[in-house]
């Protein structure tokens, strides 16, 4: 299979470096030192177990002249993802797949710019990296990839999760795949991004009452909205699950933090802001979120005065 990683950060390198073992795999970046870095001497991947492996997929900063490919996985910061992908149609063709597995919802939406929904999948990983220098991804840990559609039977993707598979990337379909990206962001539009208004680690959430009192009302929204989208999902339950989460890594630091603290743009409009236009899709109100959305906004605002 040929398949092009936009993004060569902490998970887009990890990905392109496990697939290459099996595929031909063209990594796709505009820093041309990244770009540089992995053509000289490959992508190295930093195991658990403190091992390190290089491998050797392709490199581009453009990929101009190139044929389609059969499968594109997008593993950029969403703000670029259309961009991106514009600048890149030319590997896009009638056959092509578009992947996501990026953090949030909706990316579909930016996806069936460029492909029908049919040739659009959607996911979600337990895996995680970081990354430590560049064209080097330190793996965090390990888990299921699934993978699911837009439209259609999610038993038309199995070839790909068999691929992935394969390269040690173990994967399945699921035709329930959206709850499950859902599922995954309960933490994210709640203790995450006070986190990052605070500016506080996750056990400040979880110990203050006041704190702790927005994160279950930010809870309550996204239980109503997914309720909405004929997603159920228990709302004591998802409470104790992000208090846990925060009770486990008292002094754990989001990338939401970490994007303020560091004066970078964040990701909220596809975490948080997904939540607020499912719910005027489905005419639940998100206040909550929507505000939590604007601070955010605001704060990036300020950082880039100062």
Known sequence: MRIAVLGSGAMG????????????????????????????????????????HLFHPA?????????????VIVFLNARFSHSALEANRGIVGPDTYLMTLQNGSGHEETLEKFVPQENIIIGTTQHNATGIAPGVSKHGGSGMTYLGCVTGSAARLQRFADAFTACGLTADVSQDVQKMIWNKMFTNVSASVLTAVLQMPLGYISRDEHAWSLCRTLIREMVDV?????MEFDFDQKVEEVKAICDRSPNGLTSIYADLRDGRRSEVDTISGSVVRAGRRVGVPTPSHQFAVSLIHALEGRNAQA
């Not at 290459?20 to 992508?43: C, F, Q, W, Y």
């Not at 490199?59 to 499968?71: E, I």
């Not at 997914?226 to 004929?230: C, P, Q, R, S």
Request: no cysteine.
């Open 13 to 52: 390198g990890l990905y392109g470096a496990y697939l290459s073992r099996g595929h031909e795999v063209t990594m796709v970046d505009v820093n041309p030192a990244v770009v540089d870095k992995i053509v000289r001497e490959g992508l190295e991947v930093v195991e658990p177990d403190g091992s390190s």
């Open 59 to 71: 490199a581009v900063t453009s990929t101009q002249g190139m044929a389609p490919v059969d499968l």
């Open 226 to 230: 997914a309720a909405a989208l004929g």
